[in-house]
């Protein structure tokens, strides 16, 4: 079973679209993230959830939106598409709100054309 | 506020020999640090954590890593390299409030020479 899991694996779009990442743990954790991986292979936090409720919102452009229907999933919406949103994004979970260990999914490289 | 530095974008090995990658950190408050590995076009895989329990950690896959708070260091070894520990990997330090991001240090890209 896979624990976290995330769809597309490859979304390749023009600019200007609006697009949809979806990512589902079955872990059970209660905290979930969203993380950017740039083409030098940085990665960055974006976004964390806990029990639905967002903590983190580091500085990302607001068309970026999360939503967490429930616990076990946190989906990632981008409006108005740019070049610069290319990079691969990956979700990840944690039981609970602190220092603990994070579980990632496969990822999803998203490319704008 | 947290940081990571990773000596070394690239480090070359002989298959065999020891690994070393280092890692420093800045934290604010006791960290807790972690080690990823990312293979290609996969996702990221903790390798070990360190929790403020023992100072030495033992890992996955022979990896082993060791805190040392005087010199803000949790350098990653194994003794013996493998072709198969050809990748990416992420030093990475929690320790601020709420639902914590981990912060990452830039990678070290590890190069496994037959």
């Known amino acids: 079973d896979t624990a976290v899991s995330q769809t597309p694996k490859y979304l390749v779009t023009q600019m200007g679209n609006d697009k949809s990442i979806k990512c589902e743990q079955n872990?059970?954790?209660?905290?979930m993230y969203w993380y950017k991986q740039d083409s030098k292979k940085f990665l960055k936090i974006m976004f964390s959830?806990?029990?639905?409720?967002?903590?983190i919102n580091e500085t990302v452009p607001n068309r970026f939106s999360p939503k967490s229907p429930d616990k076990a999933h946190l989906n990632l919406h981008i409006n108005s598409l740019e070049l610069g949103d290319s990079a691969v994004y990956f979700c990840?979970?944690?039981?609970?709100?602190?220092?603990?260990?994070?579980?990632f999914g496969p990822g999803t490289r998203l490319t704008v054309l | 506020a947290q940081s990571v530095t990773q000596l070394g974008s690239h480090v070359s090995v002989s298959e065999g020999a020891l690994v070393l990658l280092r890692c420093n950190y800045s934290?604010?408050?006791?960290?807790?640090l972690f080690w990823y590995v990312q293979y290609p076009n996969q996702g990221l895989q903790l390798l070990l954590k360190?929790?403020?329990?023992?100072?030495l950690v033992k890992g996955i896959n022979g990896f082993e890593a060791e805190f040392k708070k005087s010199e803000t260091s949790f350098h990653l070894t194994k003794p013996s390299a493998h072709m198969s520990d050809a990748a990416e990997y992420f030093c990475?330090?929690?320790?601020?409030?709420?639902?914590?991001?981990?912060?990452f240090g830039k990678g070290t890209h590890l190069i496994i020479q037959p």
């Open positions: 990840a979970s944690s039981q609970g709100i602190r220092y603990n260990e994070q579980f």
């Open positions: 872990l059970g954790h209660d905290t």
């Open positions: 959830y806990n029990n639905k409720e967002l903590i």
């Open positions: 934290s604010s408050v006791p960290p807790y």
């Open positions: 360190y929790t403020s329990a023992a100072t």
């Open positions: 990475a330090v929690s320790g601020g409030g709420g639902a914590d991001g981990l912060t």
